[in-house]
T-cell receptor, first 111, second 115 residues
Framework: GEDVEQSLFLSVREGDSSVINCTYTDSSSTYLYWYKQEPGAGLQLLTYIFSNMDMKQDQRLTVLLNKKDKHLSLRIADTQTGDSAIYFCAERRSSASKIIFGSGTRLSIRP | DTEVTQTPKHLVMGMTNKKSLKCEQHMGHRAMYWYKQKAKKPPELMFVYSYEKLSINESVPSRFSPECPNSSLLNLHLHALQPEDSALYLC??????????????FGPGTRLTVT
């Protein structure tokens, strides 16, 4: 099927690490993306990973890709209140000129 | 300039009205997209323009009519909408429609309410 799956909610304490997980379905996916959406706003591309990589780090963000299990994760180190948002993972399949979004994970930060 | 702009930010229209949503980018991107996003849902692709030609129409009702007058502009013409068409309409662009330069950059969206 076309589903890209994510858990709906995650709550973390300020300063802790957040780990948002995603599973996708198509082993031929070439690029996997993480987008952030703040309330009432569009989507902001945070980072992406090419399917021949297993890790990518960019400042506080670490993306891990397990291609065998079709599992993608986004780790946000030292989570801040400004990280509160919905995080969408998305896959781009090699055969398609479109991307498939997951349902989004709402990240909330508690003091 | 690394942004996608959309106007208006908010739009309220009746079911008999005709209105248009506008999207603009000056990044030299040659692919542009319209998405519809309902509350608490992911964006759903509606249309893709590739080099100013419509390349994907995701079976969108004809009351939505896209137009790409040039490589920087994308319009979505609306006519005889239904209340269930109320949503956030997002425009996006990418440098190329396929290949490595595919990352999509989104505008802030137009929040549409159909009464």
């Amino acid at each position: 099927g076309e589903d890209v799956e994510q858990s709906l909610f995650l709550s973390v304490r300020e300063g802790d690490s957040s780990v948002i997980n995603c599973t996708y379905t198509d082993s031929s996916s070439t690029y996997l993306y993480w987008y952030k959406q703040e309330p009432g706003a569009g989507l902001q591309l945070l980072t992406y990973i090419f399917s021949n990589m297993d890790m990518k780090q960019d400042q506080r963000l670490t993306v891990l890709l397990n291609k065998k299990d079709k599992h993608l994760s986004l780790r946000i180190a030292d989570t801040q209140t400004g990280d509160s948002a919905i995080y969408f993972c998305a896959e781009r399949r090699s055969s398609a000129s479109k991307i498939i979004f997951g349902s989004g994970t709402r990240l909330s930060i508690r003091p | 300039d690394t942004e996608v702009t959309q106007t208006p930010k908010h739009l309220v229209m009746g079911m008999t009205n005709k209105k248009s949503l506008k999207c603009e980018q000056h990044m030299g991107h040659r692919a542009m997209y319209w998405y519809k996003q309902k509350a608490k849902k992911p964006p759903e692709l509606m249309f893709v323009y590739s080099y100013e030609k419509l390349s994907i129409n995701e079976s969108v009702p004809s009351r939505f009519s896209p137009e790409c007058p040039n490589s920087s502009l994308l319009n979505l013409h609306l006519h005889a909408l239904q209340p269930e068409d109320s949503a956030l309409y997002l425009c996006a662009s990418s440098q190329r429609p396929i290949g490595q330069d595919y990352e999509q950059y989104f505008g802030p969206g137009t929040r549409l309410t159909v009464t």
